[in-house]
T-cell receptor, first 112, second 112 residues
Framework: GQNIDQPTEMTATEGAIVQINCTYQ??????LFWYQQHAGEAPTFLSYNVLDGLEEKGRFSSFLSRSKGYSYLLLKELQMKDSASYLC?????????????FGKGTRLSVIA | DTEVTQTPKHLVMGMTNKKSLKCEQH?????MYWYKQKAKKPPELMFVYSYEKLSINESVPSRFSPECPNSSLLNLHLHALQPEDSALYLC???????????FGQGTRLTVV
């Protein structure tokens, strides 16, 4: 099974940088996803990491360390619209078309 | 077309009613999912269809009945629901593990 842990809430200032951590324990590993979800809306895909290291995509970057069971999402030049929940997710198993298991999500509040 | 379309967007039903939620995608994805999400909680998996066959049922009560008429459509039939079943019901689809799952906007269900 999977056990995913991330902080419940974070607050950061507009224009700043924030790092959202995620630790996981899985019986098999086939990648880690980050999703963004605004209140009342569907989750939207941000990133996918399957190899160790940093993947950069514009203002958002995601890091993975498989040996440590650890990932983080880095958000730069924060904007008010970045206020949302950020969900760390791993596939339920490492074979076939299997669904994502989500962490509890981190609610990020960006303040002026 | 990179959308997953869900209807209706909102639904209010009584405990004796029968209703259906609908989900449609035209991306050629062969896996489709139903998730349930309560306020301030992550999405929780209910059902998975792979190649139009039910592959995972996460011990969901029989008052929820999924149906996959074809590779583009996924329904969730509701009967004799309880007030605690009120939630956001999300449909998602994916091609395989190595790309993201696409989520619909969800149906916000209220059982009265």
């Amino acid at each position: 099974g999977q056990n995913i842990d991330q902080p419940t809430e974070m607050t950061a200032t507009e224009g700043a940088i924030v790092q959202i951590n995620c630790t996981y324990q899985t019986s098999g590993f086939n990648g880690l996803f980050w999703y963004q979800q605004h209140a009342g809306e569907a989750p939207t895909f941000l990133s996918y990491n399957v190899l160790d290291g940093l993947e950069e995509k514009g203002r958002f970057s995601s890091f993975l360390s498989r040996s440590k069971g650890y990932s983080y999402l880095l958000l730069k030049e924060l904007q008010m619209k970045d206020s949302a929940s950020y969900l760390c997710a791993v596939p339920q198993s490492n074979s076939g078309n299997t669904p994502l298991v989500f962490g509890k999500g981190t609610r990020l509040s960006v303040i002026a | 077309d990179t959308e997953v379309t869900q209807t209706p967007k909102h639904l209010v039903m009584g405990m004796t009613n029968k209703k259906s939620l609908k989900c449609e995608q035209h991306m050629g994805h062969r896996a489709m999912y139903w998730y349930k999400q309560k306020a301030k909680k992550p999405p929780e998996l209910m059902f998975v269809y792979s190649y139009e066959k039910l592959s995972i049922n996460e011990s969901v009560p029989s008052r929820f009945s999924p149906e996959c008429p074809n590779s583009s459509l996924l329904n969730l039939h509701l009967h004799a629901l309880q007030p605690e079943d009120s939630a956001l019901y999300l449909c998602a689809s994916s091609q395989d593990l190595r790309v993201e799952a696409f989520f619909g906007q969800g149906t916000r269900l209220t059982v009265v």
